[in-house]
């Protein structure tokens, strides 16, 4: 069974940076897809960033382009989210997300959500 536990999250100003991590288990040697999503209150889940095992391709959410970063370190089963230049609009709790064996895009499931989900971490950025 997969598992996915979120940490990094906690309050900042407008411009400051956060590092969120994941750390996964349970995929043993397939491939997976893996990557963060978030939800802000009153809104709908939106796709962050996620990243491909077979061909570490990366895929990010066009409001997040250019200040988020997304990594991973496969001998410690971490995924990471440097979030750099934050906004009050970057408010929200930061899911894990997952897919083992995944069949599409990292695009679609960005769009579309993953298999298996943390319980969230809460980012507040402060104006």
């Known amino acids: 069974e997969v598992q996915l536990v979120e940490s990094g999250g906690g309050s900042v100003q407008a411009g400051g940076s956060l590092r969120l991590s994941c750390a996964a288990s349970g995929f043993g040697f397939d491939p997976f897809v893996i990557g963060w999503f978030r939800q802000a209150p009153g809104k709908e889940r939106e796709g962050v960033s996620c990243i491909m095992s077979i061909d570490s391709s990366i895929y990010y959410g066009d409001s997040v382009k250019g200040r988020f970063t997304i990594s991973v370190d496969q001998s410690k089963n971490m995924v990471f989210l440097q979030m750099n230049s934050l906004k009050p609009g970057d408010t929200a709790v930061y899911y894990c997300?997952?897919?083992?064996?995944?069949?599409?895009?990292?695009?679609?499931?960005?769009?579309?959500?993953?298999?298996?989900w943390g319980k969230g971490t809460l980012v507040i950025v402060s104006s």
């Open positions: 997300g997952a897919v083992r064996m995944p069949t599409y895009s990292g695009s679609y499931y960005l769009h579309y959500g993953m298999d298996y």
